[in-house]
T-cell receptor, first 112, second 115 residues
Framework: GENVEQHPSTLSVQEGDSAVIKCTYS??????FPWYKQELGKRPQLIIDIRSNVGEKKDQRIAVTLNKTAKHFSLHITETQPEDSAVYFC???????????FGKGTLLTVNP | DSGVTQTPKHLITATGQRVTLRCSPRSGDLSVYWYQQSLDQGLQFLIQ???????AKGNILERFSAQQFPDLHSELNLSSLELGDSALYFC??????????????FGPGTRLTVT
């Protein structure tokens, strides 16, 4: 089955800096890659996603890139703010109506 | 608010007991997924239902079962509970097919504590 590796497990940055989280996946049939943000004790919230026919997608301060050949995808957060502090999960799926396989998560801390 | 609801928010019960967790998907969503989140295992897929039928199974123990009802709400039943079953249980839903229905939205979760 699918296996998703996520790095780093913790990331600490200064406010205003950029943060990058990287994931690799194993299943060549995966074609949908969402990112979720989870604050302590709360539900995972979908923040951005990308499909395999696209190489990059941006939404304000966040962007995701996908390299299907290398089977890796990354989350980029620019101009980080303290409210960006949370656990971020990457996931992979074979698409609509399929389960998500999650990475282990990255605890991002943005220091004021 | 994702539109997915779960009850109860918290459950505290003893080993050997049985509990039922309930989930109502977003309006219009046909698929419901159950995930377990624990500190050591992360977010793990348990089971998926689509329009009332079981569609996929993940790392779900035999002591656990689920069903989806005609009104599309779903219940996850956990029996013979062990200390290791303590975790956050999330359900998520999506449209269940189609080119524009990839996104899964999560409910607020049920925190289960087994003592």
């Amino acid at each position: 089955g699918e296996n998703v590796e996520q790095h780093p497990s913790t990331l600490s940055v200064q406010e205003g800096d950029s943060a990058v989280i990287k994931c690799t996946y194993s299943d060549s049939a995966s074609n949908y890659f969402p990112w979720y943000k989870q604050e302590l004790g709360k539900r995972p919230q979908l923040i951005i996603d990308i499909r395999s026919n696209v190489g990059e997608k941006k939404d304000q301060r966040i962007a995701v890139t996908l390299n299907k050949t290398a089977k890796h995808f990354s989350l980029h957060i620019t101009e980080t703010q303290p409210e960006d502090s949370a656990v971020y999960f990457c996931a992979a799926s074979r698409g609509s109506n399929y389960k998500l396989t999650f990475g282990k998560g990255t605890l991002l801390t943005v220091n004021p | 608010d994702s539109g997915v609801t779960q009850t109860p928010k918290h459950l505290i019960t003893a080993t050997g007991q049985r509990v039922t967790l309930r989930c109502s998907p977003r309006s219009g969503d046909l698929s419901v997924y159950w995930y377990q989140q624990s500190l050591d295992q992360g977010l793990q897929f348990l089971i998926q239902y689509y329009n009332g039928e079981e569609r996929a199974k993940g790392n779900i123990l035999e002591r656990f079962s689920a069903q989806q009802f005609p009104d599309l709400h779903s219940e996850l039943n956990l029996s013979s509970l062990e200390l290791g079953d303590s975790a956050l249980y999330f359900c998520a839903s999506d449209r269940g097919g189609g080119a524009f229905s990839y996104e899964q939205y999560f409910g607020p979760g049920t925190r289960l504590t087994v003592t």
